[in-house]
Each structure stands twice: as structure tokens, then as C-alpha cells.
């Protein structure tokens, strides 16, 4: 199948992202664009984290896309959609059972963080005008920096290595698929609902530190503004923002 999207590559890069952005303020017209690089010099995830990856090792792009029937409230289900697009891709790679998503947008197996998601919109007026969404997934690489808490890989998981090319275009074609569904407000249920069944810890009763206090709370889903819903031993409702609640794994 013939791909919608024009693949830019670069051998080494400081980030995919940050290069899209300053390409789309310089005047260029990125819509359907994909940067990936075998290298990143400063790979981001959400605020300021970032992402280690070995050269030639992992997948690491951005697409450039304009999402239609989405207006600014809800850019929440943005993430839903290209969170279970990645699902959707590795799980034809991987045991799907194991595969869920740690809220915001992160990709897990088991208790591992096999993907990140960093997105980025730019709203004028009541419309979402363009949305830079970068992806970097764990595949070939073995061995990971003993400062990062839990990574994991394909290679890791299976003892195989594996074709990113290859990958790259089954998650664009995932992606793809899942914009499909996200044009049509009737699906936007459908999204959330196996958005939810995808999460990490959903109803469990887990650890967390809310704010700088530890406490007990199971995960009931998120609202409509991507808040995350957690429920306390004590049966208080938190509906937390980013950075406000911390997993202890």
C-alpha cells in the first residue's frame, strides 16, 4: 500500500520534534511529513525528560498532521488515538496481553516502558491547526544506561532483531488507520473505551506520590481534559494533571 506520508531522514539529529517545529516557523508546510533519524543528540519526552537511544538502534520520528473534526477541548483523544495506534503496531511484533498504556501516553510491556509519545499542537482560534507528535520505540537495542528506570525492548523481549524500517511503516499505517477513526465523532467513544482496557493499572490499588505525599489509590480512568482519575483507600476522587501524580513502580 502506497504511503500518505513523505519520509525525510536524517542521519543524526538533536531531535525530530524540535527540528519540525522550527522547519513549520520558518514557513514550510510539514502536513504528512515524517522525520526519523538513526540518531537523536536530544531526544525529549513530555516536559523535560529525555530519551536515550543507541544509534541505528530504535525507531525515532515525528509526523507533522492536522487533525480534522477535533476541536481544541477535546486534543485529549489525539492522544488516545496515536497511544493505541502504537499499541496496535507493536502488537503484531509482540504478546498484546502485555501491552498497555501508562498514562499520559506512555507504552508498556508488563511493568517496562517499551514507547514514548510526545505531542505537541498548535491551536488558532477553535481549531487544532497542526499537531507534531514524535515517537521513539525501544527495538534492537540490548543494553540500556543503568540511570533509566525501566526500559525495554523487542530485542529484549524476543532475542530477535528487527527491520525499523520495517516497523516504522507498520506504526504509520496503524496511525494512519486510527486518524480514520478519529474524523468520526461516533468513534470517539470507541477510542476512549479501548484507551481505557489499555491502561496500566487500571482499577488496581497501586502506589503514588500525589503531589510530595505517598498514598494508596487505584486508577478509574481519565476525564475529558486527559486528567487522570484515581480513587484513595479513603474513597476521595483526584483528578490529576500532569506532573501531579508520580507512578511508583
Not at 520534534?17 to 531526544?43: A, C, P, R, S
Not at 486510527?178 to 488496581?204: C, S, V, W
Request: with cysteine; charged share 20%; net charge negative.
Amino acid at each position: 500500500m502506497k504511503s500518505i506520508y513523505n519520509l525525510v531522514h536524517f542521519d543524526e539529529i538533536g531531535s525530530t520534534n524540535k527540528k519540525m517545529q522550527e522547519d513549520v516557523l520558518g514557513g514550510m508546510n510539514l502536513i504528512n511529513h515524517v522525520y526519523y533519524t538513526d540518531f537523536q543528540t536530544n531526544g525529549r519526552g513530555i516536559d523535560t525528560n529525555s530519551w536515550h537511544s543507541e544509534a541505528k538502534e530504535n525507531l525515532l520520528f515525528s509526523l507533522a498532521i492536522k487533525p480534522e473534526n477535533l476541536e481544541p477541548v477535546h486534543q485529549f483523544m489525539l492522544t488516545k488515538a496515536i497511544s493505541l495506534a502504537v499499541v496496535d503496531a507493536v502488537s503484531l511484533y509482540l504478546d498484546a496481553e502485555k501491552l498497555t498504556i501508562k498514562w499520559p501516553n506512555d507504552i508498556y510491556y508488563d511493568n517496562s516502558k517499551l514507547a514514548g509519545i510526545l505531542i505537541s499542537n498548535t491551536i488558532n482560534a477553535n481549531e487544532l491547526e497542526l499537531s507534531i507528535i514524535g515517537i521513539g520505540l525501544n527495538v534492537n537495542q540490548s543494553h540500556f544506561p543503568k540511570t533509566l528506570p525501566n526500559p525495554i525492548s523487542f530485542n529484549q523481549i524476543t532475542n530477535k532483531q528487527y527491520d525499523t524500517s520495517d516497523v516504522l511503516n507498520t506504526v504509520l499505517q496503524a496511525i494512519t488507520d486510527r486518524l480514520t477513526q478519529l474524523k468520526e465523532i461516533d468513534l470517539h467513544h470507541f477510542i476512549g473505551f479501548e484507551y481505557l482496557r489499555r491502561m496500566y493499572r487500571l482499577e488496581a490499588w497501586e502506589q503514588y506520590r500525589h503531589h510530595s505525599e505517598i498514598i494508596k489509590a487505584r486508577i478509574l480512568g481519565v476525564n475529558n481534559y486527559g486528567q487522570l482519575n484515581l480513587e484513595s483507600e479513603s474513597g476521595e476522587m483526584l483528578h490529576c494533571d500532569f506532573k501531579e501524580v508520580e507512578f511508583i513502580i
